[in-house]
């Protein structure tokens, strides 16, 4: 029955796509409302807490002094991770991390990672010995779809509101220096047809996803494909036009 009704969803979602529409009202590639409100928790360094549609997300970003790697003595480090809860999706589980947290982490911090958006020899205090290691959490209030993209904008806002706690080894504090601006952009394949920022329906019947951030240079930073289906080439091309385009009016939304 439930298969069924799946398949059900799936024709009725993918005719209205097919024909230009959304079962919402929304362009092929139209965005939902973003809304972004910064400084929400008042224990991390940076936060921000974003509404992408009916997706929620909450990210905080934690400073805290460490070692370096020991192939990288002069830089920092960068640790994302990801909390899915029961209470934001009947389909997410309590326990440790699964594939699907840990996919969305490696998203998010691929796309920070990749474009440089921190310089991680800046937050090097003594070489070899002492470092902040940056931890973006990402918390996940309410599943309404594209959680790609929501915990990347949230990911960003709350970097570009985090302050170095410098204070904590006697200094004074001071803005965490971001340097570049990613931005995500997902694309979802029903079928044949291509939509961006699935709804959470839209998110359940797709066959591919396409995930690709750039920066304010319009340069591709990561990119990600996820699901079983497949892009053709023509496709990755109106994806990758379409990711730099949208991104650019989402960046002032995202960064301020």
Partial sequence: MKDAVSELLRDHIY?????????????????????????????????????????????GVKMILGEPYPDRPKDGSIVTTMELIPMASPTFE?????????????????????????????????EGEKVWIVFIDVHVLDYGGNLFDASSFGALAALTNAVVPASKINGEDYPLEVEHYPISITATKIRDVIVFDASLDED??????????????????AMQKGLKGSFTLDEVDHVVKTARRLADEIRPKVVG
Avoid: F, Q, W
């Fill in 204 to 221: 359940r019947v797709a066959d591919a996803r396409l995930t690709i951030a750039t920066d304010e240079n319009g340069h591709i930073r």
């Fill in 15 to 59: 005719k209205m796509a097919a024909s230009g529409k959304r079962v919402d009202g929304r362009a092929p590639e139209e965005y939902r409302e973003i809304k972004v409100r910064k400084g929400y928790a008042g224990n991390a360094e940076g936060s921000a807490r974003v509404n992408l549609g009916k997706t929620e997300v909450l990210v």
């Fill in 94 to 126: 309590a326990g440790p991390p699964r594939e699907k947290a840990i996919e969305l982490a490696r998203v998010v911090d691929r796309g920070i990672r990749e474009s440089k958006a921190i310089d991680l020899g800046k937050l090097c205090i003594i």
